[in-house]
């Protein structure tokens, strides 16, 4: 499933509040924002039913409770809340290698798991990246080694008519 794609900016001064005044919340609240940062709803695609949810802040804390900032609506209809919610139980395990994957979102989210979203950008900006270097080898190819001086024409078999 694809990331929803609604964005909204962040209401600085409500974020730094929470920010703040949260159990195991960063040292200085201003470095983790600035005030004109807009959040991208990390979920898979939902209908407007569902809130939007950006994560803010990972708590150093025992209770794995971390700042989600939680929004529906948009322009002047936007309501939004900030929320320290407990983490998604959810987990991932790869039999073949033994890795475990642990879901990004928060507890009772709506939607899949965040290993089953993907971010559209992300894959576009990767797809560019690879094109790119595709092109750039190709052309590497078709022209030779670009750094190497041109080497004068040489003939294969010597001139006789030389002195």
């Known amino acids: 499933m694809l990331q929803c794609t609604a964005v909204t900016q962040v209401p600085f001064a409500e974020a730094l509040l929470a920010l703040a005044t949260m159990e195991?919340?960063?040292e200085h609240?201003?470095?983790?924002?600035?005030?004109?940062?807009?959040?991208?709803?990390?979920l898979g695609e939902h209908d407007?039913?569902?809130e939007h949810a950006a994560h803010l802040w990972a708590a150093d804390t025992s209770d794995d409770r971390d700042l989600w900032f939680l929004w529906s609506g948009t322009g002047a209809h936007r309501v939004h809340?900030?929320?320290?919610?407990?983490?998604?139980?959810?987990?991932?395990?790869?039999?073949a290698t033994r890795a475990v994957t642990t879901c990004?979102?928060?507890?009772?989210?709506?939607?899949?798991?965040?290993?089953?979203?993907?971010?559209?950008l992300g894959a576009l900006i990767a797809e560019h990246v690879h094109s790119e270097v595709r092109r750039l080898v190709s052309e590497d190819d078709a022209s030779g080694t670009p750094d190497a001086p041109d080497a004068p024409d040489v003939p294969d078999t010597p001139d006789i008519d030389a002195p």
């Open 24 to 26: 195991g919340g960063p």
């Open 29 to 42: 609240p201003p470095d983790v924002l600035d005030q004109d940062d807009f959040l991208l709803c990390e």
């Open 48 to 50: 407007e039913r569902a």
């Open 81 to 95: 809340r900030l929320d320290t919610l407990r983490l998604c139980p959810g987990m991932l395990r790869e039999l």
């Open 104 to 120: 990004a979102y928060f507890d009772h989210h709506p939607g899949p798991h965040s290993f089953s979203v993907t971010d559209p």
